[in-house]
């Protein structure tokens, strides 16, 4: 006996692993929803008629027939009119399912394949053609850069050759009006006022044997820029005294700015 039910048992698990069970049941209550609506939800409070009664005027139906045909064969053509709407529409379904189902899958997912390779194929001519415009941008930056670094050289090759063929002064017409922009243009009349109103003194080294000597103190930003750039000499008197003087430029400069502004 446990052989027999073990059989049983290894016959129905094989059976159920199939998804073709599974498929039918579904359908079939699918199908039947009624069925269930019925027997299951439906309140027992709309029942008109005893229950059994109701339940086969809900579900069940009848075929039409002569009269002349027994109520024997009747009976049996509608049992086998609800067997037949109530089972083989779900077989049919499930045949349905089974054999065009995958055929519906392989087709969606050949679409899905071409549809993917497709955006990748787009994705890959996209990006080639962005790399190859930024190749070109690069391209035509450095170039841009070359023909400006070869446009500077140019230009300092012919400054340097005009510089060769200008004269002092025509040099130094253009470093004062370079001059002219620098933030301490302004101080460069406390170089003018020391050498001019106070004989280039600047500093007293015995400040109590020249206390009565009247000085004007430069600032150090200034004295150094006309120093740096040769308006200026500056000189130690026997270590007592600190003086400046104008170089030949440094007369050009003040000549050149006592022809717009005037000492205080």
């Known amino acids: 006996m446990e052989g027999f039910w073990s059989s049983v048992s290894s016959w129905w698990s094989e059976k159920t692993n199939s998804p073709l069970y599974f498929t039918y049941l579904g359908f079939l209550a699918v199908w039947n929803w009624k069925f269930f609506q019925v027997i299951f939800l439906e309140s027992a409070d709309l029942f008109s008629t005893p229950r059994i009664e109701y339940v086969k005027s809900a579900l069940l139906f009848s075929v039409p027939v002569p009269e002349s045909i027994p109520i024997w064969i009747s009976g049996l053509i509608d049992w086998l009119a609800n067997f037949s709407w109530h089972l083989m529409p779900p077989i049919i379904f499930t045949y349905l399912a089974i054999v065009y189902l995958p055929k519906l899958n392989a087709w969606a997912f050949d679409i899905h394949l071409t549809n993917h390779f497709s955006r990748k194929s787009a994705y890959r001519v996209a990006n080639l053609a962005y790399e190859k415009g930024m190749e070109q941008s690069m391209k035509e930056v450095l170039e841009s850069k070359d023909r400006q670094i070869q446009t500077q050289q140019k230009i300092q090759k012919k400054e340097k050759t005009l510089q ?4 002092d002064k025509e040099r130094w017409e253009i470093e004062y009006n370079e001059f002219e922009k620098h933030p301490l243009f302004s101080k460069f009349q406390e170089i003018l006022t020391s050498v ?4 280039g003194v600047i500093e007293y080294a015995d400040t109590l044997s020249f206390r009565n000597k009247e000085i004007l103190s430069l600032g150090a930003d200034i004295k150094a820029v006309a120093d740096a750039k040769k308006l200026i000499t500056i000189t130690d008197s026997d270590g ?7 170089t030949d430029k440094g007369r050009f400069f003040a000549e050149k700015y006592l022809e717009t502004y005037s000492l205080i």
């Open 240 to 246: 007592n005294v600190t003086k400046i003087a104008l």
């Open 196 to 199: 001019y109103k106070h004989n």
């Open 164 to 167: 060769k063929t200008l004269t």
